[in-house]
């Protein structure tokens, strides 16, 4: 770790990426703001390409990457290698890339707005994690970073409840982001299963109770696509294994996040402003397909994006 930046409640320190020869690769920083609507900080490592000049004229057009539950935002740092490659050969543009920390509601927030005020088994208060990564963390980066800051130039992705969140960001805050790479989301219709994680840790509870179905209606894909505005068009990436957990129960079998998938992909694309790429890969829900999902969905919403 070399260089410390400190400016105010703002600090920045530079991780060496490695890999080739100095230049051809991008780098890492380490940074964090204070956020009113989680009440603390957000941590979070930026990736910016090679040549970025902080004193230059340059602008980027940046993607989210939103890690899965029980995860931190190191998970995503093993595909630093990956988007050097791409972007050097030109499949990608070179894009400021941000990687926040997510550990509220014991790390299964889902990247919601909890309304949860703890209480059940010692499960402590959510916190407004939508707001504030929509609004005070786009907020730091735009300022900070050399970013184009406007939707069309943005973009989200995430696996697992990362998924989740991603698809939430994409289809509820399209003044934000004009494409997703949604991978293995952890999305469940008409409801979720009784023994999933969405119900455990108070990410869509609502005052004493972990678990509230009309928070959870309000906030799943259905309801933001009914109200998908078209005149904001989104490009979405779907990526999934066929491999994934087979709940045992045979009416849980539209449970299987294989099917959650392929079921989003039906819906998605047939609204109005939303166009759509399913992939089903050999694998379960591992890095074996979040790398290649990751790998070819970063490349599709390329050209959907303003550089």
């Known amino acids: 770790m ?6 105010g409640l703002i600090t920045a320190s530079v991780i060496a990426t490695g890999g080739t020869a100095q230049g051809a690769n991008g780098r890492l920083l380490a940074g964090s703001l204070v956020s009113s609507s989680v009440g603390g900080t957000i941590d979070y490592t930026v990736y910016l390409p090679a040549g970025y000049d902080a004193n230059g004229t340059t602008r980027y057009p940046s993607l989210y990457l939103l890690h899965g539950r029980g995860d931190t935002q190191a998970a995503w740092q093993q595909e630093i290698g990956d988007i050097d490659e791409l972007t050097a050969a030109g499949s990608i543009p070179p894009m400021v890339i941000i ?3 997510a550990p509220w509601s014991n790390g299964g927030s889902y990247y919601v707005d909890s309304q949860y005020t ?3 088994g010692g ?3 959510g916190v407004a994690v939508e707001t504030a990564f ?3 963390l786009l907020e730091h980066i735009d300022s900070k970073f050399l970013t184009i800051p406007d939707r069309a130039a943005r973009a989200v992705c995430g696996y697992s409840m990362g998924g989740a969140g991603a698809l ?3 289809t509820a805050h399209q003044d934000l982001f004009s494409a997703g790479i949604i991978l293995s989301p952890a999305v469940y219709v008409p409801s979720t299963p009784v023994d999933s994680s969405t119900r455990e840790f108070g990410a869509y509870g609502v005052g004493a109770s ?3 179905e009309d928070r959870y209606q309000s906030l799943n894909y259905p309801a933001t696509l009914s109200d998908f505005d078209p005149a904001l068009p989104v490009h979405l990436f779907i990526a999934v ?3 994934e957990y087979a709940n045992p129960l045979p009416e849980d079998a539209i449970h299987d996040l294989d099917h959650e998938a392929a079921t989003l992909y039906t819906q998605a694309k047939r609204v109005a402003g939303i166009t759509a790429e399913l992939r089903v890969y050999n694998g379960g829900h591992d890095w074996g397909v979040w790398k290649r999902g990751f790998r070819e969905g970063v490349v599709d919403i390329a050209t959907h994006l303003r550089t």
């Open 2 to 7: 070399g260089l410390l930046v400190t400016s």
């Open 99 to 101: 990687m926040p920390e």
């Open 118 to 120: 703890g209480a059940a």
């Open 123 to 125: 499960s402590t208060p």
């Open 134 to 136: 929509t609004g005070d």
């Open 168 to 170: 939430r960001f994409a």
């Open 210 to 212: 972990l678990y509230d």
């Open 241 to 243: 294994g066929d491999d």
